[in-house]
């Protein structure tokens, strides 16, 4: 059902049952059953969630929010990944670390199409407020296709990076009504927790810019953070800002394509089934989702070319998204820094492709490692490599037809003798299409490995145990859907710096 989004001045409308915002909370609140393909779909994405969260726990952003989270016990409150069953915290903040767990290594689900997202980061605000409110697992699953279904509707219809602001502008109001879905809230209240979640979330693309900071990770928590908050806020009788994205003085007309932008948002018709969760892809590598077929494909070269040494250099042909985000077209100097951080290095196709085609793999810690990143060889291959965008390339990005779209590219390898070697992807071997779609024993996989050195098999049993049977899942067992760390495996360093908590 498409909604035309336009901005209007405060004189002559939107009147509030026109708005995107209270479309969004019609949608939220329509309680149509998930069926049981989303229903299994949702099962992968949060056994997805926790496997990154694992791998990150002892990473100082993670344990630094978990701490902050500690400083917020609540009864009943919401569990904090990492932290055993015991330990409860007030939901904000089990969103806040859990949310920052799941984001660290950049290693989870993604859509991409107008804009970027990563709607796996609607999961930790959501668990945490029904293990708050003591929710089903039934309950649960139908409010996170919820959530997905609204992330990917505004995703598809609102492209938010051409004017550098920061996709998680999508995530609050997505999250929030994922929430508001949980609880089963009246449209009006749902209407005002998503306008409250858009103004607090919407930020600027530098944090994924120049000098990439642990603020990667932090954005999308503080979005789930501040859904939480903003639904708090709706259910005491609160208002906010409206209309937030038709008004004069709003989102769209200042920091989008302004008082002339028309949009076209599709979302299900009421007794419809969200089904969009079926449409987003998760990750095999622990980088930004335009580098997973690539990756891909390096690995594949790598074994044609041999001899790294003997490149001349090597040319990506891609979209402009890939061209302009993670490649040279960013114009970003960091993006070849040998000391950069691992935040910026994921986000460097120019590095990626370089170690992975040395490697013929990649992996989420040893590829980042600072000796991998400065080993004198990679730096002078790395140095090699440009992008370009490619029309077509952008243009298969841009594709609605499942069986054209490309996430990919072409690349010319050039030798010192003058041999070019080229080869081609459209989709990382992942994805849906691709040569080797994730299916359950996949994710699962990718839980054990993860949390094989962070989280005791015993525990990795149960958390596999209880979130496999969703569908059954009691308020007792939701709230038992996390997992403790193993102390031992805590790999030491110096002690975390004291904040105000």
């Known amino acids: 059902m498409q909604h035309r989004v336009r901005v209007h001045r405060s004189a002559d409308g939107p009147a509030p049952a026109d708005e995107l915002a209270y479309r969004i909370a019609e949608c939220a609140a329509d309680l149509v059953e998930p069926d049981e393909e989303v229903v299994q779909m949702v099962v992968n994405r949060i056994i997805d969630d926790a496997a990154v969260a694992a791998a990150a726990l002892y ?15 609540h009864a009943p409150g919401a569990t904090v990944w990492g932290t055993p069953l015991t330990v409860r915290v007030s939901p904000e903040w089990a969103a806040w670390a859990n949310g920052v767990a799941v984001r660290e290594l950049d290693f989870h689900d993604t859509f991409l199409a107008a804009d970027f997202a990563h709607p796996g980061d609607n999961i930790p605000p959501i668990l945490a407020v029904a293990q708050h409110t003591g929710r089903t697992g039934v309950e649960l699953a139908r409010a996170i ?12 219809g609102i492209g938010l990076h051409g004017h550098r602001i920061d996709h998680i502008a999508h995530l609050g ?23 409250q979640a858009l103004h607090v979330t919407t930020t600027t693309r530098q944090a994924r810019k120049g000098a990439i900071s642990s603020w990667k990770a932090y954005a999308p928590a503080f979005a789930g953070k501040m859904a939480v908050e903003a639904v708090d806020r709706a259910m005491r009788g609160e208002g ?65 070319i041999g001899d790294t040494s003997r490149i001349r250099s090597v040319t990506i042909h891609t979209s402009h998204h890939t061209h302009d985000v993670i490649g040279t077209g960013a114009g970003d100097p960091q993006k070849s820094d040998p000391a950069a ?66 996430f990919g590219g072409r690349v010319v390898i050039e030798l010192d003798d003058g ?16 040569a080797r779609p994730f299916t359950r024993p996949d994710y699962i996989a990718k839980f054990r490995e993860l949390a094989g050195d962070v989280v005791s098999r015993a525990e990795q049993d149960l958390f596999l145990g209880l979130v496999e049977r969703l569908p059954e899942l009691t308020p007792e067992h939701v709230g038992d859907l996390s997992f403790a760390a193993d102390p031992a495996a805590d790999p030491g360093g110096p002690p975390l710096a004291k904040g105000l908590f």
Request: aromatic content about 8%; hydrophobic content about 35%; charged content about 25%.
């Open 341 to 406: 951080s691992r935040e910026t290095l994921d986000h460097s196709i120019l590095y990626i492709f370089a170690v992975a085609l040395q490697d013929r793999a990649w992996h989420h810690e040893r590829s980042y490692t600072r000796e991998r990143a400065s080993r004198p060889d990679t730096v002078d291959l790395w140095h090699r490599i440009t992008t370009v965008e490619d029309p077509e390339w952008t243009r298969r990005y841009h594709s609605t037809d499942p069986e054209k779209q490309a």
């Open 59 to 73: 990473r100082r952003p993670v344990r630094n929010a978990r701490a902050q989270a500690e400083a917020h016990p």
């Open 145 to 156: 296709a919820t959530a997905y279904e609204v992330q990917v509707a505004l995703t598809e």
């Open 240 to 304: 906010a800002p409206s209309p937030a994205y038709e008004g004069e003085d709003g989102f769209v007309a200042w920091l989008l394509d302004g008082p002339d932008a028309d949009y076209t948002v599709d979302l299900p018709a009421p007794g419809e089934p969200k089904r969009a969760i079926l449409r987003t892809y998760t990750k095999e590598h622990s980088a930004e989702y335009q580098s997973q077929a690539l990756i891909d494909l390096a690995r594949r070269m790598g074994s044609r």
């Open 419 to 434: 041999t070019e070697i080229w080869d081609e992807i459209a989709m990382a071997d992942a994805h849906p299409l691709g």
């Open 173 to 195: 109001p997505s999250a929030a009504a994922g929430i508001g879905a949980l609880l089963g809230l009246p449209v009006e209240t749902i209407y005002q927790a998503v306008q």
